[in-house]
């Protein structure tokens, strides 16, 4: 997820006042504080997948929000939040395979936050029963040697639906604020410097 940061009126009569790129740069770098401590206090909080299966986390929320950054383009600034499927923060998320026929979704503690390729590689037999339906049907097993028998990895789907979880990242009330607090330190910094 990125959010571009531009002047806008009457932000570009102010900012003409100091630096040329300063207030853009500001107001980024203000929103890419308070959204990398607003999702590292909410990734504490979303570990019920990992926790059910008795997983441990993957921490892929808090690797995102370590590597929330801000860059300059020209006279603007740009907030990348690299987390995928962060954009659930905003609306439901409808996910579909890219390359292969269907998505794994983990129902073992062994699959959690790995990929079946990873499970190969790391000595894993994997395979799906014939029957189309019944049990079995839509299940991807596995069996690493010296295992008594084999046990459900993940759940094989065309599709699958997260809902919206507002609550990933910080409000629209507490971005603005955190915008118009870079803003002012920008004003600020110019005015005392001068």
Same mark, same amino acid.
């Given at each position: 997820?990125r959010?571009?940061i531009q002047?806008? &009126? &009457?932000y570009?009569?102010?900012e003409?006042?100091i630096?040329?790129?300063?207030a853009?740069s500001? $107001?980024?770098?203000?929103?890419t504080?308070?959204?990398?401590a607003? %999702?590292?206090? +909410?990734? !504490?909080a979303?570990?019920?997948? +990992?926790a059910r299966l008795?997983a441990?986390p993957?921490?892929?929320?808090?690797?995102?929000a370590?590597n929330?950054r801000m860059?300059?383009? !020209?006279g603007?600034a740009?907030?990348?939040?690299?987390? &995928?499927?962060?954009?659930?923060?905003?609306?439901?998320?409808h996910i579909r &395979?890219?390359?292969k026929?269907?998505?794994?979704?983990p129902i073992?503690a +062994?699959a959690?936050?790995?990929?079946? /390729?990873?499970l190969?590689? #790391?000595?894993?037999?994997l395979?799906?029963l014939p029957?189309?339906q019944g049990p079995g $049907?839509? %299940?991807?097993?596995g069996r690493?040697?010296?295992?008594p028998?084999a046990v459900a990895l993940?759940?094989?789907r065309?599709? $699958?639906d997260? /809902?919206q #979880?507002? !609550?990933l990242? /910080?409000?629209?009330?507490?971005?603005?604020? $955190?915008? +118009?607090? !870079?803003v002012k330190?920008?004003?600020?910094?110019?005015r005392?410097?001068?």
């Amino acid at each position: 997820m990125r959010w571009t940061i531009q002047k806008l &009126p &009457p932000y570009i009569d102010i900012e003409r006042k100091i630096q040329t790129d300063g207030a853009a740069s500001a $107001a980024a770098t203000r929103l890419t504080t308070v959204v990398k401590a607003h %999702i590292l206090r +909410a990734a !504490g909080a979303r570990h019920r997948t +990992a926790a059910r299966l008795g997983a441990t986390p993957t921490g892929h929320l808090t690797v995102g929000a370590d590597n929330t950054r801000m860059e300059k383009e !020209g006279g603007r600034a740009v907030v990348t939040v690299p987390i &995928p499927g962060i954009t659930r923060a905003f609306g439901d998320l409808h996910i579909r &395979p890219n390359e292969k026929k269907c998505l794994t979704i983990p129902i073992n503690a +062994a699959a959690y936050g790995v990929r079946a /390729p990873d499970l190969q590689d #790391d000595g894993w037999h994997l395979f799906t029963l014939p029957a189309r339906q019944g049990p079995g $049907a839509g %299940i991807l097993f596995g069996r690493k040697d010296g295992m008594p028998s084999a046990v459900a990895l993940y759940l094989l789907r065309n599709s $699958a639906d997260i /809902p919206q #979880d507002r !609550g990933l990242m /910080p409000s629209d009330e507490e971005m603005g604020e $955190a915008l +118009a607090v !870079g803003v002012k330190w920008a004003i600020e910094k110019d005015r005392f410097a001068s």
